[in-house]
């Protein structure tokens, strides 16, 4: 009776195996979600295993390129048996994993997963006073001064990140007007070692009383952009876009200011922002 029982859970395990569909993509591969095996998903390993094995034999048979294999945190279990046919991880989110399997000749040439993280900072300058936001961070070892910022969201433009955090920080609510400066940093200690982008953004404020966050910072202020210039107590960055800033706030912010535009992407219902310095309408429209 306890054979014909392994028995039976071995062929319902099959049968929810069998449902699975393979998703070809334009680039030759195929995507499988384990997510879509019915709950409670009753798959034993070794069903598992044949499963993809045969699986994987027929993709080759097709002329398919790759595998792609997303792999429920909650299904975790399943995962040695895909690396034991030579899966390997690609990337891991909240709730799941993907593994890849190459298929095709040579070495792999899928692409990795994201390389860089996004740290987008704001500058915000009251132009009529001449003074900016600056804070000092709780949490670090030197309390220099520093423009407010933080990580970007998923999903999240350049610009909303910076009003975002400034307010978050600082309490001051601002509006984006430009990008000045992206610093590129490789081997990044707070990205898992991985690169990370930071961008200072010129904003402009639209409140002035300040009302900042005291878990993350140990101080905060408007400072006379000149001071902040001037100011040994200050990050590198920090003094060299203040200095940025002041040329822009003399001579005119068109001398610095890397603006954005919103185009349709190639893709069918998607946009994106193109940010480059501004371009004079004689030749916007050159056709």
């Given at each position: 009776?306890?054979?014909?029982?392994?028995?039976?859970?071995?062929?319902?395990?099959?049968?929810?195996?069998?449902?699975?569909?393979?998703?070809?993509?334009?680039?030759?591969?195929?995507?499988?979600?384990?997510?879509?095996?019915?709950?409670?998903?009753?798959?034993?390993?070794?069903?598992?295993?044949?499963?993809?094995?045969?699986?994987?034999?027929?993709?080759?048979?097709?002329?398919?390129?790759?595998?792609?294999?997303?792999?429920?945190?909650?299904?975790?279990?399943?995962?040695?048996?895909?690396?034991?046919?030579?899966?390997?991880?690609?990337?891991?989110?909240?709730?799941?994993?993907?593994?890849?399997?190459?298929?095709?000749?040579?070495?792999?040439?899928?692409?990795?997963?994201?390389?860089?993280?996004?740290?987008?900072?704001?500058?915000?300058?009251?132009?009529?006073?001449?003074?900016?936001?600056?804070?000092?961070?709780?949490?670090?070892?030197?309390?220099?001064?520093?423009?407010?910022?933080?990580?970007?969201?998923?999903?999240?433009?350049?610009?909303?990140?910076?009003?975002?955090?400034?307010?978050?920080?600082?309490?001051?609510?601002?509006?984006?007007?430009s990008i000045?400066?992206?610093?590129?940093?490789?081997?990044?200690?707070?990205?898992?070692?991985?690169?990370?982008?930071?961008?200072?953004?010129?904003?402009?404020?639209?409140?002035?009383?300040?009302?900042?966050?005291?878990?993350?910072?140990?101080?905060?202020?408007?400072?006379?952009?000149?001071?902040?210039?001037?100011?040994?107590?200050?990050?590198p960055?920090?003094?060299?876009?203040?200095?940025?800033?002041?040329?822009?706030?003399?001579?005119?912010?068109?001398?610095?200011?890397?603006?954005?535009?919103?185009?349709?992407?190639?893709?069918?219902?998607?946009?994106?922002?193109?940010?480059?310095?501004?371009?004079?309408?004689?030749?916007?429209?050159?056709?």
């Amino acid at each position: 009776m306890a054979r014909l029982w392994r028995a039976l859970r071995r062929a319902r395990g099959w049968a929810a195996l069998a449902g699975l569909r393979a998703r070809p993509d334009k680039f030759g591969g195929v995507s499988v979600d384990l997510g879509e095996l019915r709950q409670p998903p009753r798959v034993e390993r070794a069903a598992f295993g044949r499963w993809l094995r045969e699986s994987v034999a027929q993709w080759r048979q097709e002329g398919r390129i790759a595998v792609w294999l997303r792999v429920p945190i909650l299904q975790s279990g399943l995962v040695a048996t895909a690396a034991s046919q030579g899966f390997a991880f690609h990337h891991a989110e909240q709730g799941s994993s993907t593994l890849t399997l190459w298929l095709g000749e040579g070495p792999s040439r899928l692409p990795g997963f994201a390389t860089h993280q996004v740290g987008v900072a704001g500058a915000v300058l009251d132009e009529s006073t001449g003074k900016v936001l600056v804070v000092q961070d709780r949490n670090k070892t030197i309390n220099a001064w520093k423009f407010p910022g933080g990580l970007s969201n998923p999903g999240e433009d350049i610009g909303d990140t910076a009003v975002r955090e400034v307010f978050e920080e600082t309490g001051i609510k601002s509006e984006f007007k430009s990008i000045l400066s992206i610093r590129q940093q490789h081997q990044h200690p707070g990205a898992f070692g991985q690169s990370d982008m930071y961008i200072i953004c010129r904003l402009q404020p639209s409140s002035f009383n300040i009302s900042f966050c005291q878990q993350e910072c140990l101080s905060c202020e408007w400072m006379d952009l000149e001071e902040l210039v001037r100011t040994k107590n200050s990050t590198p960055i920090t003094s060299n876009v203040a200095k940025l800033l002041l040329y822009g706030y003399r001579e005119g912010f068109d001398k610095i200011d890397i603006t954005m535009r919103e185009f349709p992407a190639v893709y069918t219902g998607l946009f994106y922002k193109l940010y480059h310095r501004e371009l004079p309408e004689s030749y916007r429209n050159i056709t």
